[in-house]
């Protein structure tokens, strides 16, 4: 076969960070640690989980095995390229052999940058995606990180990717790259016990939207054919990232209001926390589409929407509502790219689907959608963030910044498509 050229691609590659689950695996946290070689590391975590207590008992925990921790609690929630430059700038003045961010997504990937930042010292930009960024890949390894989620959302704690606000282009970017993988998740529901409902009910939003992107996203071997050099992290749905999110869209189909309704109701933090996980290893491999990539420019805009339940006075749309709410009307649109798919989601969602017209199938994921953004308070469409109609070529502008994203889409997207679908997702009900 040796130099034979073929016209799309017919190899997938599974990658995944090692992933320690279970109630009480962060009491683990200093064997594994030094299982890794640490001796001295930096933990990262956000003000507000630093008050909650966790970072200092996973600082203790170290001591006591003679893994000795500075720790820094800076993080911005939604974090700029600002406040990663600001971490980076504080971890160079310390001394350590490997990083350990305890929080949600910003936490984790405000971490990743910090390692990419002291390890390869550039501007983050540099390493930033194209257009916005230079794309410079990662030169080489990081240090080691242990990543300790505490929302079920992000699953970053399995991604290769960091995502930034870069304030001059008012958009969200990421730095993708599998160097960036944590060498190691440890994932404790217990420590998702203390997300308020709001946060709950987005970072809920987060994962289904990254289970059903990626289980929709244009097949590996729907795309040209890559060098293996070439080859993206993202590399188009395949056999095992579809398992990844079945399960995932399932869970949270399941457990989600549950979640919401009771922060302590174990169960549903125990399958939500192995959904963000599950939907992190389907899209950290298969790649998320239009939803995400209208959810950078729907966050990065935010004039004056300041959400619920975060613990911020300044203007901000949580990441799993800006990329949740445009999702109804863009599955509609990519319905008849794969309807069987669409409607499988619909189903693991809970929505019977059998014995549907075909305006009536078509509808059934948005619908599933809609039902459970209502049910778990999730704010009903653009409108309710503070957009109107006047502000979609702006939108649409700033979506176009992330070619790498929309390249995912099934169906044919450019600025007339991605208007209409702003368009529809105004007003969700
Ligand atoms: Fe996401």
Redesign the pocket.
């Known amino acids: 076969m040796k130099g034979v050229t073929l016209p799309t691609e017919t190899v997938f590659v599974m990658e995944a960070s090692p992933i320690k689950f279970g109630l009480g695996a962060t009491d683990e946290i200093a064997y594994d640690a030094r299982r890794l070689g640490l001796k001295r590391v930096l933990i990262v975590t956000d003000p507000h989980i630093a008050a909650l207590g966790l970072p200092e008992r996973v600082r203790a925990l170290l001591d006591e095995e003679g893994v000795k921790a500075d720790l820094y609690d800076g993080v911005e929630i939604e974090p700029t390229d600002r406040s990663m430059e600001e971490a980076a700038e504080y971890a160079r003045q310390r001394e350590f052999d490997g990083l350990i961010g305890v929080g949600g997504g910003s936490a984790l990937d405000t971490c990743k940058a910090i390692n990419l930042l002291t390890t390869h010292p550039a501007p983050l930009l540099d390493y930033v995606n194209q257009p916005v960024g230079r794309g410079r890949p990662v030169p080489g390894p990081l240090k080691p990180l242990i990543a300790v989620p505490t929302t079920a959302g992000?699953g970053s704690e399995t991604t290769a990717v960091a995502v930034t606000h870069v304030l001059a282009h008012h958009v969200k970017a990421g730095v993708s790259n599998r160097l960036l993988r944590p060498a190691l998740g440890i994932v404790d529901p217990l420590n998702t016990l203390t997300a308020p409902p709001e946060v709950t009910a987005a970072a809920g939003a987060?994962i289904l939207?990254?289970a059903i992107e990626s289980y929709t996203t244009r097949p590996y071997n729907a795309r040209a054919k890559h060098h293996p050099p070439d080859r993206p992290a993202y590399i188009g749905a395949n056999p095992a990232s579809d398992i990844w999110c079945e399960k995932a869209i399932e869970y949270v189909g399941r457990y989600l209001r549950r979640a919401v309704l009771n922060g302590l109701d174990l169960e549903a933090r125990v399958y939500l926390a192995l959904a963000a996980n599950y939907a992190g290893v389907g899209f950290g491999n298969a790649g998320?589409h239009i939803p995400?990539a209208l959810?950078y420019p729907i966050a990065g805009l935010v004039r004056d929407y300041v959400p619920s339940g975060y613990r911020t006075s300044h203007a901000l749309v949580p990441?799993?509502v800006s990329?949740v709410v445009a999702a109804p009307a863009t599955f509609r649109f990519t319905y008849a790219t794969a309807p069987e798919r669409h409607l499988r989601a619909a189903e693991l969602m809970g929505v019977p689907t059998a014995g549907l017209s075909d305006r009536e199938a078509r509808e059934a994921l948005p619908n599933a959608l809609r039902a459970l953004m209502r049910d778990v308070a999730i704010p009903n469409g653009l409108t309710a963030l503070g957009y109107a109609e006047r502000d979609i070529p702006a939108l649409v502008d700033g979506t176009l910044k992330q070619p790498r994203l929309l390249s995912g889409s099934p169906r044919t997207v450019g600025g007339t498509e991605l208007a209409a679908i702003l368009h529809d997702s105004l007003h969700l009900w």
């Open positions: 992000t987060d939207t990254h998320v995400h959810g990441h799993g990329v």
